[in-house]
């Protein structure tokens, strides 16, 4: 199995901040790898597949980098609403297998 | 628009059995896959299965092959999951998503369904 190991597992950041998180895959997965938001008690919201491709109706906040085995989520300027937990996935292969999550918090 | 329905809050017994569906509109059914996962209480995502509609593909998980059957119904657009031989450590709220056939990124999810396993 893949695994997907994200960093950090949390952290604090203001309004505005730029917010970088990654991810690595314990093998190449090509560019086969998706992100999510999800807010408590709330359903995950798609933002990115492909590395770097953005969802429709996703903000151009949101951007996706990497190829291979290292990726990154990066949000340029974080606004309330942004404060969630973010988990990255690969589908390159079965089983499908997540991240751990990234809980970005208000500072 | 898209839209992935599911059904409500279930409570069973060890050893039981669980079926969640999943009602999709908005699209044509069997263009695009159904996958799901799992959350457990304040824990991580866990996927569990992915079903292509049109060709009746699946891949399971293997914390639960051989409980897990994923079903369609394409005159509903429907999807199904039922979930056998409960424990306790199924307890998890349970999400169907969708998915382009011949690829497995997921694009709209439901809402969730919450199954307690409890005696």
Redesign the interface.
Known sequence: DIQMTQSPSSLSASVGDRVTITCRASQGISNSLAWFQQKPGKAPKSLIYGASNLQSGVPSKFSGSGSGTDFTLTISSLQPEDFATYYCQQYNSFPLTFGGGTKVEIK | QVQLVQSGAEVKKPGASVKVSCKASGYTFLKFGV?W?RQAPGQ????IG?SNTNNGNR?Y??NVQGRLTMTTDASTNTAYMELRSLRSDDTAVY?C?RTKVG??????????TLVTVSS
């Open positions: 996958g996962v991580g995502l866990e996927w992915w891949n998980g293997q999400y998503a690829a497995t990124d997921f694009d709209y999810w439901g809402q969730g």
